[in-house]
């Protein structure tokens, strides 16, 4: 059989989103790929030096993704606060944390979910987003929304929470853990499962490390990266967060670094909410920022780093903002060659990739 060219992309039922690859195939194996990103450009980063005053930049940069607006939003509001020297009290810092390891959870789930979707267990997607809604619920109950919650605030949270609703969120998370073990079980055992995830996909440590991967993608090749245990933005240890590795570099080890992850911030939401410092919500903000930093933060995709510079205007003169998933796509293009073309849906998504973050 000769070559034929089969696009995958910029719209796809498995991948939804304005990336395109364009795959050269012999006999099913893909043997030569094009990637083409940037089919959409929203204007967030102009914004952010235009339209927007420093106050409303938490409100902006949450929408550069939806999954992980808190994460973007925190970000911002670690740098603004660098510059205008503002000291949050503890119990901001660990709702924080908690509102970020909730998000992480979602995210994760959702990420694996389209996994199972993808290689052709519509049951076990749906058993993956149905265990989800938990801390959908409790996102919703702490934030007031369920997707763009607009929580982190320069100077502390937009809202406190009181002893029913850490009731409430423990309740919740203890169901979403015993759900979370039983289709990880289910990941680990059925034997089919694992023909279309197992050694699909293998990035290797070097390999990992030399393409500088983020996030679970570099963990579960083994390379010991993540933000949290690096960058000293929130006391993410004194809560029991612990690096979640795997070494097996595939399909099947991305999707289980990201259980062992939600496991993690199952139990580190669990004790922030048992051991909640007393203090306000919210600190006294003065001025206006000045000068420039860099902030680094982990993403549920990993790595997101934001460059701010500000003059002590009410408009910021750079926001600069690279995103996990453009770190990632220069390896995703690599795994591609000499894969299968049935396989090619399993690994783009076991990259969980996010190209309305990207497109920023």
Request: glycine share 6%; hydrophobic share 40%.
């Amino acid at each position: 059989m000769g070559k034929i060219v089969v696009p995958f992309g910029s719209q796809h039922v498995a991948l939804p989103e304005p990336i395109s690859f364009l795959f050269d195939t012999e006999n099913e194996i893909i043997t030569k790929v094009e990637a083409h990103i940037g089919y959409v450009h929203r204007g967030i980063e102009k914004a952010a030096i235009t339209r927007f005053e420093y106050t409303q930049l938490p409100y902006l940069t949450a929408r550069v993704c939806g999954l992980c607006s808190i994460t973007h939003a925190g970000a911002v509001v670690h740098g603004i606060e660098k510059l205008m020297d503002i000291e949050v009290n503890k119990r901001i810092d660990y709702l924080r944390m908690l509102v970020v390891e909730l998000d992480r959870i979602h995210s994760h789930m959702l990420a694996n979910g389209h996994v199972a979707e993808v290689v052709g267990y519509e049951n076990l997607f749906m058993q993956t987003f149905r265990a989800r809604e938990d801390v959908m619920d409790v996102l919703e109950r702490i934030t007031g929304n369920r997707v763009q919650y607009d929580y982190q605030t320069i100077g502390g949270v937009a809202r406190d929470i009181d002893l029913e609703t850490a009731e409430f969120a423990k309740k919740k998370l203890k169901k979403l853990k015993d759900n979370v073990l039983k289709v990880m079980e289910f990941h680990d055992s059925d034997y089919t499962f694992g023909l279309k995830t197992k050694g699909i996909g293998v990035i290797s440590k070097e390999m990992a490390a030399k393409y500088n991967t983020a996030g679970p993608i570099a963990r579960a090749s083994g390379l010991e990266t993540d933000v949290r245990a690096e960058f000293d933005y929130l006391p993410f240890e004194e809560v029991g967060y612990k690096m979640q590795l795997r070494h097996e570099g595939d399909v099947w080890a991305r999707n289980m670094v990201r259980f062992d992850e939600v496991l993690n911030s199952i139990e580190m939401c669990e004790n922030i909410l048992d051991n909640l410092p007393e203090g306000e919500h919210q600190v006294k903000v003065k001025g206006r920022p000045k000068g420039e930093t860099v902030v680094r933060v982990e993403a549920p995709r990993g790595e997101c780093f934001y460059y701010l510079k500000a003059s002590g205007k009410k408009v910021m003169d750079r926001v600069r903002i690279r995103v996990p998933t453009y770190a990632n796509i220069p390896i995703l293009k690599e795994l591609f060659l000499g894969a299968k073309y049935s396989d090619a849906q399993a690994i783009v998504l076991s990259f969980d990739p996010c190209m309305s973050c990207t497109a920023r």
